[in-house]
């Protein structure tokens, strides 16, 4: 989205980079992400929507879906192949060819509305997700847990249309509040668990609430599956918002959810990268986000 986006490249750069340097790479199996089915963006989005960023893509330069969200030449590519990856995960996981899996993709997807993009995103990856595996495999009830300095505001407001969605959705998130997109600290339905924090909030209190308020509810819930928005931009060393967590805390959560997925679930898990600018952060971040996963 241009040389002075913190959306950039170098986010997957650093990932990669961390998770070879650190010796996790051979332990991995890496596959490439396919481009997702119209049909199936069109599930999470309105196809009018759908339409109009496939005919917004430029051929060269830039256009402006709002002031933070551009598309260059390749955005419709990336955007659907983002999406495809975690429907590709969401299969895989599924059929048991994988114990679970991270997708390391852009653009991220938690702001995208379903006929409007938003902070950097513009299709909703987990939420294409979810209703692939409600809709396609016909699970009965799913999972989503957002940690990210931001309301994962797009999720919610897919999910909270999903039919009968308090018996067949429940996301669980925290966040950093009051903060961009300035909502979130009402829950619209039950099937909502959103915990607002403010800033300066550290390892200390979220794992309070993963203990106290997420894992109480998801247990009751019982998921057949989960699916993460995995946001790292709440690491203390990451000037886009003014949460505190560090390593140690992203691989608690990704633990205390490992195990709610091998009590309910077969350990099904699909995580899609959200948030992340720090580039450092971000590397050591998600490679013990995947090195859990990975029970490495």
């Known amino acids: 989205m241009g ?8 986010r997957l750069a650093a990932i990669q980079d961390r998770i070879i340097i650190t010796g996790l790479a051979p332990h991995l ?27 917004s893509t430029p051929a060269s330069g830039y256009h402006v879906l709002d002031p933070d969200t551009l598309l260059c030449p390749h955005s419709w590519e990336a955007a659907r192949r983002a999406a495809g990856a975690v429907l590709d995960a969401t299969d895989r996981v599924i059929a048991g060819d994988l114990e679970n899996a991270f997708c390391a993709v852009r653009p991220p ?17 987990i939420g294409i997700g979810v209703l692939h595996a409600l809709e396609v495999h016909g699970l009965e009830r799913v999972a989503v847990v957002d940690f990210d300095v931001h309301h994962g505001n797009g999720t919610e407001e897919i999910l909270a249309a999903v039919e009968r969605g308090a018996q067949r959705v429940m996301m669980t998130s925290f966040f950093q509040h009051p903060f961009y997109p300035y909502c979130g600290a009402d829950n619209p339905m039950d099937n909502m668990v959103n915990v607002p924090l403010p800033a300066g909030s550290d390892g200390v209190r979220v794992r309070a609430v993963v203990d106290e308020i997420w894992l109480p509810r998801l247990e009751a819930f019982r998921p ?10 709440a690491h203390r060393e990451d000037d886009i918002g003014q949460m505190s967590l560090v390593e140690a805390d992203y691989v608690y959560i990704t633990q205390r959810l490992m195990g709610l997925a091998r009590r309910h679930c077969d ?30």
């Open 29 to 55: 199996e890496y596959l490439n992400a396919p481009l997702a089915p119209i049909e199936a963006l069109e599930r999470a989005h309105d196809p009018a929507y759908v339409e109009m960023l496939q005919r």
């Open 3 to 10: 040389s002075w986006h913190p959306e950039c490249p170098e």
């Open 109 to 125: 997807g938690h702001h995208a509305r379903p006929a409007t993009a938003m902070g950097f995103c513009m299709l909703n990856n």
């Open 224 to 233: 057949q599956m989960i699916f993460i928005s995995a946001g790292f931009d």
């Open 267 to 296: 350990g099904r898990i699909v995580s899609s990268l959200e948030g992340g600018y720090n580039l450092s952060a971000l590397g050591r971040s998600a490679e013990c986000h995947v090195r859990a996963l990975a029970q490495l």
